[in-house]
């Protein structure tokens, strides 16, 4: 289930940002932000060392995110507004639905807009989505010294467990009522 408009927010630094449904067309975007994301950054967020992708494979990872069917999953892409330029893409958040109840997260947002309140905002909209949906509980995987996102998770206030194994804790989400 998706929110059919546009949603808007206003950064920390007061950058005008509007998100929309994730779509098919999606890919170059998705293309751009993992662009825009620090080989530290794409270690935080994928788990393993991508500092010189295969671009091919880069570009068929962003096509099957995009492309994949509503009803399995749900997402929004966030694009800066600037005054007589081209949008910016900056972050996208979705989720992927497992069974019934259950669905994985996952979130990037490009470095230099990291800090702004965009992927706590991003994540909470796919939530919402994901809740409309029917899905009770969200799980990922983040490392353990991923503050970002510990900080995310307690802003958004929903109670969640983490599981340490070794670099990396797996996550519940409890987001049903």
């Known amino acids: 289930m998706m929110h059919q408009k546009t949603m808007q927010m206003v950064t920390k630094t007061g950058k005008q940002i509007t998100a929309r449904p994730l ?8 293309v751009d932000i993992f662009e825009h994301m620090s080989a530290e950054s794409r270690y935080r967020r994928f788990q393993q060392s991508l500092e010189n992708p295969n671009p091919k494979q880069v570009w068929e990872e962003a096509e099957k995110i995009a492309q994949m069917e509503s009803e399995q999953q749900g ?24 069974d019934e109840n259950t ?15 965009i992927g706590t905002w991003l994540l909470g909209l796919a939530i919402d989505d994901a809740r409309a949906a029917g899905v009770r509980q969200l799980v990922g995987s983040a490392l353990n ?32 009522e």
């Open 23 to 30: 779509t098919a067309y999606d890919a170059p975007y998705l």
């Open 75 to 98: 997402g929004f892409m966030a694009f800066w507004q600037r005054t007589f330029l081209p949008d910016v893409p900056v972050g996208a958040a979705r989720y992927v639905r497992l």
């Open 103 to 117: 669905a994985e997260m996952a979130m990037s947002i490009r470095d230099d807009m990291q800090g702004e309140g």
């Open 145 to 176: 010294d991923n503050d970002a996102i510990w900080r995310v998770l307690d802003k958004l206030g929903y109670p969640y467990r983490r599981k340490p194994d070794g670099l990396i804790s797996e996550i519940e989400v409890d987001i049903g």
